[in-house]
């Protein structure tokens, strides 16, 4: 099991931008599912962007933020990677608290599209990160 810390959370005005960071040490898989969550209170988690640690490997973004969301990875080093999330032209409602969540990246999670595409399970999370967007 890996752990991950999430940082960069604040309070930005709508239209702004905010970078989120994601470090994540411990993880010996020889490859890697990394997912940036998020979730408001009373409603249910959403994945926004994700990625895995293959060689040729492509993101995947949730329609509410693709185009405005960038997910990118700081290579490994010694089984500590640096998972990063840009978010630009933000709205009110990407108000939330954001999560990073690591885990194997199996054959099930990859065509779930580390659970962007479907919803899948993870077996580690960080302790998540606030964003406030007002308008």
């Known amino acids: 099991r890996g752990q991950l810390v999430e940082s960069g959370g604040g309070s930005v005005q709508a239209g702004g931008s905010l970078r989120l960071s994601c470090t994540a040490s411990?993880?010996?898989?020889?490859?890697?599912?990394f997912t940036w969550f998020r979730q408001v209170p009373g409603k249910g988690r959403e994945a926004v962007a994700s990625?895995?640690?293959?060689?040729?490997?492509?993101?995947?973004?949730?329609d509410s933020v693709k185009g405005r969301f960038t997910i990118s990875l700081d290579g490994a080093k010694n089984t500590r990677y640096t998972v990063y999330l840009q978010m630009d032209a933000l709205k009110p409602e990407d108000t939330a608290t954001y999560y990073c969540?690591?885990?194997?990246?199996?054959?099930?999670?990859?065509?779930?599209?580390?659970?962007?595409?479907?919803?899948?399970?993870?077996?580690?999370w960080g302790q998540g990160t606030q964003v406030i967007v007002s308008s």
């Open positions: 969540a690591a885990d194997r990246a199996t054959i099930g999670r990859v065509r779930a599209g580390c659970g962007v595409l479907e919803g899948v399970d993870f077996g580690d």
């Open positions: 990625l895995y640690t293959a060689d040729g490997s492509s993101p995947y973004y949730a």
């Open positions: 411990g993880f010996t898989y020889a490859t890697v599912c």
